[in-house]
């Protein structure tokens, strides 16, 4: 199950990395005089197309780790899916600032799209869920291949 879990991940997070590919540029709309740039819009864009670039590099990599069986993957990835919850609800809060607001209304939905592609599916919503009702927050470390016997100082031999 936790394979099944970490392959929609990965497509997921693969998805949402393809997603903000195309230049801001290519998305705007375009009047007559050019194109409609509203303030402070690439600046909010870039700022988050690069927070959502770092969740989906942070998912594609706990996707691999929870596919190779790494334990604490299953918590990275839960920790991630909070995280960004939480970033896609906060940031509707600068709609409130008069000066940015026309700027990051559009950028939001241009930046954060390649989430939609986990919430709706609702992936951090039950993949926690799966990841507890099968024991994977619960995964033992892997045994250790080096033996760590404790080895006695010349010092501790030569007064014992």
Known sequence: ??????????ITAGF????NLPPPDSLLSVSEGGP???PYFRFAYFLMAAICVCFYCA????STCLWKGFPGAARAITRIFVAEVAYFFLIPMLW???????????????ANGGLMAQFLIFLPLWAPLLFRAFGLYDAQQPPQTESHEETESPAETATG
Not at 59 to 62: C, M, T
Request: glycine residues 12%; hydrophobic residues 55%; charged residues 10%.
């Open 96 to 110: 409130i600032v008069p000066v940015v607001r026309e700027g990051v209304g559009p950028a939001m939905g241009i």
């Open 59 to 62: 998912l594609i990599y706990q």
């Open 16 to 19: 949402g990395l393809f997603y």
């Open 1 to 10: 199950m936790a394979r099944c879990i970490a392959v929609c991940v990965f």
């Open 36 to 38: 409609i740039d509203p």
